[in-house]
């Protein structure tokens, strides 16, 4: 649903790290309408005048290990 945004990231994460480095952005369609310190803060923010659903709050950080997530769980086996 926000792959245009997340697209725009990526295409771009080189230049936004060197501005925006640390900070977490919210990306709109393809512009930047956010900056801030904390994702909590750029999710409440946002909220107040745009649609859950409709943007994308990312840590501008270098390297995939920006977007990139590993998930354990827990296993049992009986």
């Known amino acids: 649903m926000l792959d245009k945004e997340f697209k725009y990231f990526k295409s771009h994460q080189e230049e936004l790290v060197k501005k ?20 909590a803060e750029a999710y409440n923010e946002t909220r107040k005048n745009h649609e859950l659903g409709t943007f994308l709050i990312q840590q501008c950080l270098p390297g995939s290990d920006a977007y990139s997530q590993t998930f354990h769980s827990r296993v049992s086996f009986v």
């Open 20 to 39: 925006y480095n640390g900070k977490f952005i919210v990306v709109k369609n393809e512009d930047i309408i956010g900056v801030y310190n904390s994702e």
